[in-house]
């Protein structure tokens, strides 16, 4: 277990509950009281990490009646310029629709809201749900968004469930470039129903979960999700949204993404009413594959590319007969992202490396960097507690997780200061945290904006990164500032050859 895990396996379930939910500003998401989620036999919750996009997503939760509620997962393009005032208009708009028992009619009012007051082409991806305990059913559609997936802990098997439709509010393009006109999405928004019985799990989630990426650029991935689902997937939706920020937070190591991270989890808790598991289950297996019954469809598809799909029902027996023409159509239509490296059609995607060559001089530079110089300084800290104490034993040990762990427990007493800020950018770079890090040292140069310390950092961080123009301009500052930084100055020589940039960039 790495330090993230230990951190975050402290969080109880009650506080974390409180946590996740304080960790989104632009969203309303009413708090449903405890007793009325064990009432209803629904227990709901969500997750929302933000990212540096200025892309957006909205949840929402309507309480549409003891037995009923409605879940909206949205993104809304960076390009929609949308302050708190016009979210809640959104919700209003949603709202409107509360009668209605039908997904895709609250879709489409979506669809003229934005129409008539914003403007995007690339359009709203939305999935809305709406969730009928009294009948355990689930009424759901979606506007060119990802599948919300099922877990059922019985069968220890996930089912994706989706309907066809393209993003809402969506924009032509005029020859003149005149992207006032929109194209409603009425006709092309379909609704479907399934039942669900004791213990599912449903889980909502935005595309910036498997774009997350790592250190070494690594997406997070569908294949990750799905694993996370499968070990996890019998906890009630806090403890389980714990499991999925941790896992998160550890696979990314703590740096801010681009894109938001959101799930929402939803778990009924009661038995099926009106007809025995047995029918509910084998009506819902009428409509839908599994994951592993997905992949089996698409092998196939693969191994006899010029089949019909009438052919290949014959081809895949009775299960896939059942279905009939169009879910298997829809399945093989379906855009997915069942692993990295998969395209939308299920084929290999060959990403385009650097060449080795341009490898090999980012290595070399970063070897040559005078990091012994910015980063292996002694710290002190006047008034050292223990904590202090114990957490400064394990930074001169080379144990950076877990002094951060420790100074975790005592930064906000900490006095901030230039010196502190390096500090805490230096653990986070020995932590390969380069965003937290370059956070640090801007704060450090707000207070004093010559710190040659952290400009060098913020050089680092930027070669890292592969912005060369950037670490030049970084280094080329600071020397200006100190005309000791002998070994910065030879580096950025080096590095003004390498990258075959003009001299004029030294000074």
């Known amino acids: 277990m790495n330090g993230w895990e230990v951190r975050h396996s402290r969080i109880k379930a009650d506080e974390t509950q409180h946590d996740l939910r304080g960790a989104i500003e632009e969203c309303v998401f009413p708090y449903i009281p405890k007793a009325r989620q064990q009432r209803t036999g629904l227990l709901i919750d969500f997750l929302n990490m933000k990212g540096t996009s200025s892309d957006t997503d909205i949840i929402d939760l309507l309480m549409l009646g003891e037995n009923r509620f409605g879940v909206l997962l949205a ?13 809640s208009l959104v919700k209003a708009a949603l709202r409107d629709q509360k009668t209605s ?9 979506l669809d003229y809201f934005f129409s008539e007051n914003f403007q995007s ?16 059913q689930i009424n759901f559609a979606s506007a060119g968004h990802l599948a919300m997936l099922l877990y059922r802990p019985s069968e220890n098997k996930i089912y994706r469930l989706n309907t066809e439709g393209v993003p809402i509010g969506k924009a032509i393009v005029t020859a003149g470039g005149n992207s006032r006109h929109f194209n409603s999405s009425l006709p092309q928004i379909k609704s479907e129903v399934a039942d669900f019985i004791q213990n599912d799990l449903l889980v909502l989630y935005s595309e910036g979960v498997l774009k997350a990426r790592n250190t070494w650029g690594e997406s997070f991935g569908m294949q990750r999700l799905l694993q996370l689902l499968r070990k996890n997937g019998h906890m009630q939706p806090t403890p389980f949204l714990v499991e999925v920020q941790n896992t998160l937070e550890s696979f990314t190591l703590g740096e801010v993404q681009e894109h938001d991270c959101t799930v929402i989890a939803l778990k009924n808790m009661l038995p099926v009413v009106d007809k025995s598991e047995t029918d509910a289950v084998a009506s819902f297996k009428k409509k839908f594959l599994s994951i592993e019954d997905e992949e089996y469809l698409l092998q196939v598809a693969e191994k006899y590319p010029d089949a019909r799909i009438s052919e290949l029902m014959n081809l895949l027996g009775d299960r896939y007969i059942e279905l009939g023409h169009e879910a298997i159509r829809s399945y093989l239509m379906a855009p997915r992202s069942l692993a990295p490296g998969k395209s939308t059609n299920g084929r290999s995607v060959v990403h385009q490396p650097h060449s080795n060559g341009e490898k090999n001089i980012h290595r070399q530079l970063l070897q040559q960097f005078p990091t012994r110089q910015l980063i292996f300084k002694k710290y002190e800290f006047r008034g050292n507690t223990g904590v202090i104490g114990q957490a400064l034993e394990y930074y001169q040990n080379g144990k950076y997780q877990e002094s951060l762990i420790e100074f975790m427990k005592v930064r906000k007493a900490i006095a901030e200061s230039e010196s502190v800020f390096c500090f805490f950018g230096n653990l986070y770079l020995l932590l390969n945290m380069s965003i937290k890090a370059k956070q640090e040292f801007i704060k450090a140069l707000k207070l004093n904006p010559k710190s040659t310390h952290a400009i060098c950092a913020l050089a680092y961080v930027s070669l890292l990164h592969e912005d060369y123009e950037g670490a030049i301009h970084h280094l080329s500052t600071a020397i200006r500032m100190d005309d000791n930084l002998i070994e910065f100055y030879k580096f950025l020589k080096r590095l003004v050859e390498s990258v075959n940039s003009s001299s004029e960039w030294i000074v």
Do not use: I, M
């Open 75 to 87: 993104n809304l393009p960076g390009t929609v310029s949308a302050s708190l005032e016009d979210l």
């Open 121 to 136: 082409e690339k359009g709203v991806c939305a999935f809305y749900a709406l969730l009928n305990q009294h009948e355990r």
């Open 101 to 109: 028992d039908s997904s895709a009619a609250a879709l489409r009012a």
